[in-house]
């Protein structure tokens, strides 16, 4: 399993500077991966092209970016550029976003959500692979080429926790980026679907990456009690929610990985058994001394880098 942070929404509260901070961190820290989440703050996609010129080994990954707001011709051609500003190590991760999001804020049609993503990867797919593509679809009509510089293929995730988006993930993506999805739900429906849609469609084995909160803590109740607060609010996102409900929690405080290091261990090694690929950390403090609960948790997972 890859180990990967995911840094937040690089917002006026995080600053670009302690961003780049943070991903010369991870490289230094051994760790795969660094993912950007993509909310109301900075371009992540520029983001990542900045610290690629920071870095020269850490992989990096999108979690998500949200496709209603970009074409798909632009997701290619910014997404490609990023890829050669950063060596060949993008890993580009899209999703819907939520219905009262596309809707409620940004004034768009959430109708056929499946369609459009379907659609959406079949204009973007061909544009990073073969370089173009003519695909006359319902949402999309597109005949283009593009000539962007050192052109190379990335791996193309979507976010998928529904049946219709796990085989859609299978048979046309590299796999799936998850969040708030707890390990029974991974074991039971996600990894198994997302492997049997890419199995019929003779297509290789798919990435399935794990986003969930990460604390190291020797009080784990205390340490749910901090999540609860930090992350109340994906217990009310109808996405989330669902699979919440699905893996028969309460809220997100109960999918969260935390415990002492023995315990938080275990539980990315039952993750890996369940199908996960990737883990995608997010980490969080507990206690009055958060630098110190930062740094206990990178330990533990700068521990397990290479070894899961």
Known sequence: MRIGIMIPDVTDDTTLEKALGQVERVERDGL????????????????????????????????????????????????????????????????????????????????KPAQHMREYLSVLGPLVREGGVAYQGEVFRVNQRMQPPEAHPFPILIAALAPAMLRIAGEMADGTVTWMTGPKTVASHVAPSINAAAEAAGRPRPRVVVGLPVAVADDAE?????????????????????MLDKEGVEGPADVVITGDEAAVERQIRELAEAGATDLMAAEFPVGDDAHASLDRTRALLRSLAGKV
Request: aromatic share 12%; no cysteine.
């Open 32 to 111: 795969d991966t660094v993912w950007f989440g993509q909310v109301f703050g900075a371009d992540a996609l520029t983001v990542i092209a900045l610290a690629g010129g920071r870095t020269s080994r850490v992989q990096f990954g999108t979690g998500v970016l949200p496709t209603y707001i970009r074409h798909p011709f632009a997701m290619a051609q910014q997404a490609m550029t990023v890829n050669a500003a950063t060596g060949g190590r993008l890993t580009l991760g899209i999703g819907l976003s939520h219905a009262p999001v596309v809707e409620g804020m940004w004034g768009l049609s959430y109708e």
């Open 222 to 242: 205390a340490a749910r009690e901090r999540a609860a607060k930090l992350f109340r609010v994906y217990g009310y996102l109808p996405n989330y929610r669902r």
